[in-house]
């Protein structure tokens, strides 16, 4: 199986910030990599597909990049919506696997 | 508007079974995968799941294989999960999404509300 591990496993921040998330796996897997932000007691939503793509409808200050083991998700500057929890995630081979989550809270 | 709508969980003894629904709507749904995936509380996300538009490619997590069956009825717009055998660690809250594919990757574009399966005696 693929191990995707995501660092910093929480960081807090102020409004404003930017941020950055990395996502390293285990072995290549191009660019086949999505990331997803879940607010607490909430489902999952889609942010960028395919490393880079932003998914309709999300922020632009959100951006998504790497191939083969690392990869980064960053936020320009974090909003007071953007506390969440972010998960990355592959799907270059059976079983996909996320990583294990970065909590993003407030300063 | 795409809408994914969960449905059957609940509270269930070791050894039990289960079968969640999903109700897919606002899209085409014959024309995509979808998939489940599940999140035990306080955890992480785990792929359970996905099924190919006409049922015929099935995949499984090694946790679940052989007592978790995928299944759809396009008909229906819908999307099932039946467990059996189930184990304190399946306790979860259990996603449907869809699955579209870019460029030979999927993602998981959108996600139902989820539905809480507690397994305990």
């Known amino acids: 199986d693929i191990q995707m591990t995501q660092s910093p496993s929480s960081l807090s921040a102020s409004v404003g910030d930017r941020v950055t998330i990395t996502c390293r796996a285990s072995?290549?897997?191009?660019?086949?990599l999505n990331w997803y932000q879940q607010r607490p007691g909430r489902a999952p939503k889609l942010l960028i597909f395919?490393?880079?793509t932003l998914h309709s409808g999300v922020p632009s200050r959100f951006i998504g990049g790497g191939s083969g083991t690392e990869f980064t998700l960053s936020i320009s500057s974090l909003q007071p919506e953007d506390f969440a929890t972010y998960f990355c995630?592959?799907?270059?081979?059976?079983?996909?696997?996320f990583g294990q989550g970065t909590k993003v809270e407030i300063k | 508007e795409v809408q994914l709508v969960e449905s059957g969980g609940g509270l269930i003894q070791p050894g039990g079974s289960l079968r969640l629904s999903c109700a897919a709507s606002?899209?085409?749904?014959?024309?995509?995968?979808m998939t489940w995936v599940r999140q035990a509380p306080g955890k992480g996300l785990e792929w359970v799941s996905h099924?190919?538009?006409?049922?015929?490619?099935?995949n499984y997590a090694d946790s679940v294989k052989g007592r978790f069956t995928i299944s759809r009825d396009n008909a229906k717009n819908s999307l099932y999960l039946e467990m059996n055998s189930l184990r304190d660690e399946d306790t979860a809250i259990y996603y449907c999404?869809?699955?579209?594919?870019?460029?030979?990757?999927?993602?998981?574009?959108?996600w139902g509300q989820g539905s809480l399966v507690t397994v305990s005696s």
């Open positions: 072995q290549d897997i191009n660019i086949y």
């Open positions: 606002g899209f085409t749904f014959s024309s995509f995968y």
């Open positions: 395919t490393s880079s």
């Open positions: 099924i190919s538009v006409s049922g015929s490619s099935i």
């Open positions: 999404a869809r699955a579209p594919r870019y460029s030979g990757n999927y993602y998981l574009d959108y």
């Open positions: 995630h592959q799907t270059y081979s059976l079983p996909w696997t």
